[in-house]
Every structure is written in structure tokens, then in C-alpha cells.
């Protein structure tokens, strides 16, 4: 897959703050009872529990998923293709600041190398999720 244009990175930035705004924080599963549901935690305090993602049982007695629509979006958007083309664009961007840096005599090579490698390993990481 090849890096995303900066007009799809604008449309990720903008989900992506959506869902911040509908479910800010850090994410976690909790799995304490018989249902899992997904929580976030903002400045070190949990927030209701499955204000992220719950599962739900309906009046008529069919199980469903409630999440705030900006978090379906942001789900549905953040993709493993689309997390690989991410990396992929970061990638990219780490070249070209090598580069830019080895042009005008900066030299800083090694902190790229590292980043070079941390992105490869999370597109390994994502390798088989991608279908």
C-alpha cells in the first residue's frame, strides 16, 4: 500500500478527533463480568463504563453494540489498511527528514534508523490483519 494523501490524512484527523471528543482518553477493555465493554480513562480517572463500546441486549431480546457514532466512524476508518498506509506515510516522512537533515549537515541519522524501525515493526505487527 502506498503512503495516504495529505487530503485522506485531513479526513483520518478529523474522525479521529471526533471520536476523541466522544470517547477521550485512553481505551481499555474491561472484562469483569460476563459482558466485555470498552472504557476510556482521561487524566487517570475511568469514565462510565462502556462509554466507548457496550454490548447491549434490546427490548425484543436481540443482542447489538452501543458506541457513539463517532467512535463507529473511527472504527470503521482506522482499518488495517488504512493503519498500514499510516505507517507507511510516517515512513515515508522519516526518510525524507533523514534526508533533509543529511542535506543541510544535521546528521542525525541514528534517532531515524530507531524510528525506521519501530514503524516496520508495527506494520509486521499488522501483517496478516490486512484482507
Request: proline share 7%; with cysteine.
Amino acid at each position: 500500500m502506498t503512503p495516504l494523501t495529505p487530503e485522506q490524512r485531513e479526513r483520518l484527523k478529523l474522525i479521529a478527533a471526533e471520536a476523541a471528543v466522544a470517547a477521550p482518553g485512553e481505551w481499555e477493555w474491561w472484562d469483569s463480568c460476563s459482558w466485555l465493554r470498552l472504557t476510556s480513562r482521561v487524566d487517570g480517572r475511568w469514565q462510565p463504563q462502556g462509554n466507548v463500546l457496550m454490548p447491549v441486549e434490546c427490548s425484543d431480546g436481540h443482542p447489538d453494540i452501543d458506541m457513539p457514532r463517532e467512535v463507529r466512524a473511527f472504527i470503521e476508518e482506522f482499518d488495517p489498511p488504512t493503519v498500514t498506509a499510516l505507517l507507511d506515510t510516517a515512513k515515508e516522512n522519516v526518510r525524507l527528514k533523514e534526508a533533509l537533515e543529511n542535506l543541510l549537515g544535521f546528521g542525525t541519522a541514528g534517532n531515524s534508523m530507531e524510528s525506521l524501525q519501530a514503524i516496520d515493526d508495527a506494520r509486521t505487527a499488522l501483517k496478516g490483519t490486512d484482507k
